[in-house]
């Protein structure tokens, strides 16, 4: 069954590192077999404010282990340093809604 990876992004400082962490994350997704399905903020934000100068980004995995095999991989994990200091990243991984 498929799953989401869905992150909450709040970019405070645009540091030198971060736009080389969407290139290299973005290929090392598609590597472990997933592919985005939302990668931005909203085009219109209709109720609340929590959404304000954020970014979500959801993508869609084969399977739970897949994507804890990403998360924990020691590829990610040195790819992910290029993001400190850059702003709030909020993730989780969710399943998909029974049909």
């Known amino acids: 069954m498929a799953v989401y990876q869905i992150a909450v992004v709040q970019i405070t400082t645009r540091t ?8 290299k ?9 997933a592919e985005y399905i ?16 954020r970014s ?12 804890k095999e990403f998360w ?3 590829e990610y ?6 993001r400190d200091g850059a702003g709030v990243f909020d993730v989780g991984i969710f399943n998909e809604a029974p049909k």
């Open 77 to 82: 994990q040195t790819i992910k340093k290029l």
């Open 25 to 33: 994350s973005g290929e090392l997704v598609a590597k472990y077999g």
């Open 56 to 67: 979500v980004i959801i993508s869609k995995w084969p399977s739970l282990e897949k994507a």
């Open 72 to 74: 924990n991989s020691d």
């Open 16 to 23: 030198p590192g971060l736009m080389e962490y969407v290139k």
């Open 38 to 53: 939302v990668r931005g903020p909203a085009d219109s934000v209709v109720e609340g404010d929590y959404l304000q100068g």
